[in-house]
């Protein structure tokens, strides 16, 4: 039977309230948003044999889906394959009647680098209209402590729906490599959720109250955030005084044991500034770390452009290659420190300014040009490393040894030290 013979098998016998906009009568799961969350909750749901509806405000994100262009996670790829051709998966451009709401679209970063919570508050939104007695509505994206609480449960009490009672509510935590959390608004919800996530998972699943669990999804990245600014302190340090970076945050691992993280140009993923500004908005006058280390970080780009405008002095015009612009599986520009670095580059007329990237049609970047690995490395006079691509680590050694190269992120660091 064919994916559409199977929907239409479903189709309601009553006529779906108008609010409603899917094309099925109930799910057993409604993923709300379809990003790098969404869609692999939604495929472990479907892995299990449960009938997930997918849903996300962007037509473009419901199409990838429903053709399982999701990024490069292989298991993830085919987990969504298996659901779309069996009829236990699909995507639709509203939401539909479900047993269990999963909200995974959570805020996002603007050009300007603030937050912009419009994304979460229409997901919320979208979820209220469309739930009904009995339901379990779960938070799976991150948020300020006390979301869930304001944003949906006491929302919830005002159309006469009693969370615990009428309905679960609670926030989960999951994908982290490690157990999976949950907390929930009442004993109840937690237990509803719990149990939830255990058949989901089918692994072990900790439990906590609903601030908690929103505030310990925020601060694993913070932490990361954190031990990334004190990396790119050390970094300018060692700049300072001539010394290798490399070799210092190596013998600080070895002697000290401190998982030290490596600089770089700036936050490695930029959505994960995400949840550090909200860890540091949560309490402003006493997050002053975490605060810090988003400015310092923030400044990363700023720092490598001036170590190439330095080298830049050496040329009469150089050629710069600017080695990698997007990050994450999906290949994400928006907020990307490394296209900053060559926006800079090339807006100050440094050089002529190459660009490789393999995961982009089109440069992104005015005034510089989209070329293959082989030919920046070939004609650059400066080769500057920003993202780290297996490509640039794994091409010959020899091809560097020309130019200069300004290395962000270590890729081309060889670290041999024993002990003895």
Partial sequence: MSNASKLQ???PASPVPPR???VAAEYDVCVVGLGATGARIAAAASARGL??????QRADAVARFNRADVGSDAELIDQIEDGLADGHLRAFDGAARAKQYIICAGPELRVDGRLDTTALDRAIETTLDAVEPGN???LEASAQPGTLRSKVAERLEEIGLEPGVDVFVAVASSGNGGPALVGGMTPACTERAADFYRELLDEAVLVTSAESCELVRLAETAYREVNAAFANEVSNVCSHLGLDVWDVLSLARV???APIARPGPGPADARARIDPELFASACAHDTPLTRSALELNAMQPARVVTEVRSVARRFVKPTIACLGLSYGAEGRLNQSPAVRVAEMVAREGLGEVLVVDSSVEHCP???AALV???RALRTADIVVLLTPDPAFESAPRELYARPCV????????RDTRRLT
């Fill in 365 to 367: 970047v005015d005034g």
């Fill in 9 to 11: 098998s479903r189709a």
């Fill in 136 to 138: 379990l509505i779960v």
């Fill in 20 to 22: 409603l906009t899917a």
């Fill in 372 to 374: 293959s690995l082989d």
């Fill in 406 to 413: 300004i290395d962000t992120l270590g890729l081309l660091s």
């Fill in 51 to 56: 009938d997930v509806a997918g849903f996300d």
């Fill in 255 to 257: 002697v000290t044991g």
